[in-house]
């Protein structure tokens, strides 16, 4: 009997012990469960809280980026004349440049020799708006070029500072029903040079104003400027000299009145033909280094007394 009653009673412990086992295994898994989606909503919550930081610092990064382009923009520095082109100008006495005022008139000549026009120059001392001491510049030329009228003209008035106080320049070409007409008028007015620019064309009956454009400049950034006037002067000079300093860089404008940079360059002595008799002449080229265009030269052959 006792033997009968035991078993029982031992397969009863094991039964609950089984039970004991298997909630404490499920409340095991409940555990690991639960601190697995603990886990994971903390992951989520991590996640969420690092991006807006991230985005932050990405925003920041690219502010930063923005902030250095705008600091490597800059804006291009007007030209300038060099200090050796100024030290020239200052060096011209007013005696020297007295010697510039005279006139001459030269022909103009086509590849076959054959004279189609004439340039004549005029330097003479005068006295601008009734007050200031200065040379007045008169340049004209006139040519036909395939049976084509073309004229030009220039006059201003230049300081004995080689300031140019005003100049008036007109270019025109006239054909057989048209006409074109270029005028530019560049003056000092306080501490500014006012420059403005007019061309008309159209029918000889009915001409039409097709642009026209006005700008001014500080009058304090022109130091070393050389208008179309002053750089006849200039070139006298020099041609009298007999040398060319190395180097020198002017203030000019453009064909189209852009600030650009001007050089002169001495092609040295050579023997030329004048009529029947053989001369030595100076050399000089002028180059305008145009910021916009290909530069343009012009090369001057001069006497001794700096006439063409």
Partial sequence: MADEVKQPLSEKASKDEAKQLSETASQSEVKQLSETDVHKESDLVSDDDE???????????????????????TVPEPPKANEKAIEFLSSIGEDELLLTAFSETLGCFSDTKAQIGEFTILVQPAIYRGFEDCYLVHVTSHSTIDDIPCNSSIYAYVSKRFETLEQQRQEYIKMKEQFLEKKTHMVKQGDKLVVESFITEGKHFAPQLVKHHTTSYPWNTLEGFVSQASNFLILRILARRRAVPENMIFLVFDGEKNLCQSTYDELGFQMQTIGQDTIDVYGIERTI???????????NYFLADGRS
């Fill in 51 to 73: 991006k807006p930081e991230t985005m932050a610092e990405d925003s920041k990064t690219a502010d930063e980026q923005v902030a250095g382009l705008e600091m490597t923009l």
């Fill in 289 to 299: 280094h145009s910021e916009v265009d290909l530069p343009i030269s012009w090369q």
